[in-house]
């Protein structure tokens, strides 16, 4: 579906970079192209508040004068994002690509996405780091639960690494609908793909291993939940957040009867990996 898109020209080193696509992606921005020291962002021109993000940016110390704003003309912007969607090899054993790219036949699991401009294609550091920790865990015969699923990359790995129910939880439309795409063209049968938030979670339901790829906020805020719906020996593994926040975390699982068994860090983003 065409829109109608403001770009967001901003100068940004790569780490800033990283930082910004995070911020950006929970300010209606649906797509991004990372340059050279420069960040292209794209936001559907209804739902762009300029002087708020003006505000945000400053945050991270760029100047007014140095957030350029142009109006695109109206033309599927998703298709443009695609041309540069590069295929990403995780430890060696997770291959994340699209129909586009060449196979890797000697690549353990592959898993092809629809890129639609959404967060969670696998170039993030966080989507890489719970991947890497993902490949440590043993998910056969476990239920798990992907909270914040985006294109549905982890579910989508669960169910390959024999995992015997998903369920899937992103409450952005967006996402639902590429996530049930996703999940569809790499032969899924055992994910349930649902639009919504924590509301939709029954504690009477338990799961063996729940990740949590959000954003710092809505995991503190719902890490006490995860701790009632996770099973004995469960894991829980959190990211979408910088290293300096780990701390956060630490202090409330230790109310939690929740241990820390891993923290990996990538580019200041971190992955914190808990289990009762």
């Known amino acids: 579906m065409n829109k109608n898109y403001i770009e967001l020209q901003v100068q940004a080193n790569e780490e800033l970079q990283e930082i910004l696509v995070a911020v950006l992606s929970e300010n209606n921005f649906e797509g991004f192209v990372q340059n050279d020291n420069e960040l292209l962002a794209y936001c559907p021109e209804e739902l762009l508040n300029e002087n708020e993000i003006i505000e945000t940016l400053a ?3 760029i100047k007014k004068e140095d957030c350029i704003f142009n109006a695109q003309e109206n033309k599927n912007w998703n298709e443009e994002w ?3 969607f590069e295929p990403v090899l995780i430890a060696d054993k997770i291959y994340v690509r699209a129909l586009f790219h060449p196979k890797k036949n000697e690549v353990k ?5 629809q890129p639609k401009m959404s967060f969670g294609t696998g170039h993030h550091s966080t989507t890489k780091l719970v991947l890497t920790e993902m490949l440590s865990l ?3 015969n476990k ?3 992907d909270m914040g699923s985006g294109t549905a990359v982890l579910a989508i790995y669960a169910e390959m690494a024999g995992a015997s129910t998903i369920l899937a939880i992103d409450n952005d439309e967006w996402a639902f609908e590429n996530a049930k795409e996703n999940c569809l063209g790499n032969n899924c049968k055992k994910i349930e793909v649902k639009l919504g938030d924590e509301k939709l979670l029954d504690e009477n339901i338990k799961f063996d291993v729940i990740v949590s790829n959000i954003t710092k906020n809505f995991n503190l805020a719902n ?5 009632k719906l996770i099973n004995p020996y469960g894991q829980i593994l959190l990211s979408g957040f910088y290293e300096n926040d780990a701390n956060d975390f630490l202090k409330l699982t230790a109310t939690l009867s929740l241990k820390l068994i891993n923290q990996t860090v990538d580019k200041n983003w971190t992955m914190l990996h808990f289990s009762n």
């Open 138 to 140: 043993d998910l056969q």
């Open 143 to 145: 239920t798990v639960l």
């Open 109 to 113: 699991h592959t898993i092809t996405i």
């Open 59 to 61: 945050a991270f110390d």
């Open 223 to 227: 890490l006490p939940l995860y701790a």
């Open 82 to 84: 695609e041309k540069n």
